[in-house]
């Protein structure tokens, strides 16, 4: 079992920042591997913004985030973080963290929603003036 949990969101200025992070917790026998960032904006689907995985630039970045948004991680604390810079208004959207319980996932599957097994509750992100 996994359990995720995000934080860091809030209201920001267009052209600010934010960094969201993911705490995740799992049992002793689980090693996760991929995880990811979601978003789901109002009146639309959810969507996958960046994920990464275990290895040298196994990175995956949605078009429209992609010079922004920065996805790393710190492995000592099973912490995700997501970097955003340079907001826009429709960044605007509840932002979950996603993690599969595939071994050795590339990035870019956890991009599908297929592949996610794990969901986080959500962080509120608004971009307004």
């Known amino acids: 079992q996994v359990q995720l949990v995000e934080s860091g969101g809030g209201l920001e200025q267009p052209g600010g920042s934010v960094r969201l992070s993911c705490v995740a917790s799992?049992?002793?026998?689980?090693?996760?591997?991929?995880m990811g960032w979601w978003r789901q904006a109002p009146g639309k689907g959810r969507e996958a913004v960046a994920t990464?995985?275990?290895?040298?630039?196994?990175?995956w970045y949605a078009d429209s985030v992609k010079g922004r948004f920065t996805i790393f991680r710190d492995n000592a604390k099973n912490t995700s973080y997501l970097q955003m810079n340079s907001l826009r208004p429709d960044d605007t959207a509840i932002y979950y963290c996603?993690?599969?319980?595939?071994?050795?996932?590339?990035?870019?599957?956890?991009?599908?929603?297929?592949?996610?097994?794990?969901w986080g509750q959500g962080t509120q992100v608004t971009v307004s003036s």
């Open positions: 799992a049992d002793r026998n689980f090693t996760i591997f991929a």
């Open positions: 990464d995985s275990w290895g040298p630039r196994n990175l």
């Open positions: 996603a993690t599969s319980r595939i071994a050795l996932l590339p990035a870019g599957l956890l991009a599908e929603p297929n592949y996610v097994d794990y």
